[in-house]
């Protein structure tokens, strides 16, 4: 006897299917995502006003939809003076484009009072793109506010407190890498199905120091499966590469701001690789 299959559940066999397809028709749909990333930037006097011609071009030739500033607004033998950071957030509220930023040990571990410093980097850079009208939602971890994450067009981007530099506490160390992982964890798995590539963010060129989140966001970002971009600061000079065993991500060290403008990230869908770069995207002197 041929049992009889609920009609309910055939209707909803023929919902999931449908769903499915319509996911992945959005998905190849996809247009581009462009954005631009600095970082090390600005370290000295001169390279406060190089800064102001880098904006200055940007606005007038950028195609991106967003900047990202994975960290070091100064060098770090300069005092860690909230008049540093009025005065870079002010460059960077220029910004005619959402912008964020990421801490660097420069403006925070780094420094004589790495508390007072971590204050003046909440009271002028926390939440910073909230300076302009965002056409997107943010979310911002609760225990880490700093970290942030953002979907868009169907990229996955995520900011987070990897900083070089002094390990000042180890017990605050720890709980911020921790922190990270369970971010970074967590904003793949919830958008796993939404997103075909994701972008991490951060300052830090990692080192066996970080260890405690570099295991589990590798152990993550492979479970995530899809192409991983994880970009950030502190080394100065560009660097591309794949360092580690998962094959799905890659590693980029963009050139300190005092040396070349700010990179300009594309991702595609349709292209392969998934992310390409333009180094010098637009002409910053005329």
């Not at 060098?75 to 484009?97: A, F, R, T, W």
């Not at 180890?170 to 939404?194: H, T």
């Not at 970002?221 to 502190?234: C, M, S, T």
Request: aromatic residues 12%.
């Amino acid at each position: 006897m041929i049992k009889k299959i609920p009609s309910f559940l055939i209707l909803l066999s023929l919902f999931l299917l449908f769903y499915k397809i319509a996911n992945a028709s959005d998905l190849n749909n996809t247009l581009d995502l462009i954005f631009s990333v600095m970082g090390d930037v600005p370290r000295s006097a001169s390279e406060d006003t190089l800064l102001q011609k880098q904006i200055s071009a940007q606005n007038k030739y950028s195609k991106s939809e967003f900047m990202v500033h994975v960290g070091d607004i100064k060098s770090g033998g300069m005092p860690c003076d909230e008049n540093v950071y009025i005065k870079v957030s002010g460059y960077l509220k220029k910004l005619q484009i959402p912008t964020f930023i990421v801490p660097g040990d420069n403006e925070w571990n780094d420094c004589d009072d790495p508390v007072q410093a971590w204050s003046f980097w909440e009271k002028y850079f926390l939440r910073f793109e909230k300076n302009r009208k965002l056409s997107f939602a943010v979310q911002h971890q609760s225990k880490r506010p700093e970290n942030f994450s953002f979907v868009k067009k169907n990229v996955l981007i995520i900011g987070i407190n990897l900083v070089g530099g002094r390990v000042f506490d180890e017990k605050v160390w720890n709980q911020v890498l921790q922190a990270d992982a369970d971010w970074v964890k967590n904003r793949f798995q919830k958008n796993a199905g939404n997103v075909y590539a994701a972008v991490i963010c951060a300052q830090a060129n990692p080192k066996s120091k970080h260890d405690l989140f570099m295991t589990q966001f590798r152990k993550a970002a492979k479970a995530f499966a899809k192409p991983v971009l994880f970009i950030h600061g502190d080394g100065h000079k560009w660097i591309y590469t794949n360092p580690w065993l998962e094959s799905n991500i890659v590693r980029v060290q963009v050139d300190r701001g005092g040396i070349a403008p700010p990179v300009q990230v594309t991702v595609s869908p349709n292209e392969t690789p998934v992310f390409k770069f333009e180094r010098k995207p637009f002409p910053v002197n005329d």
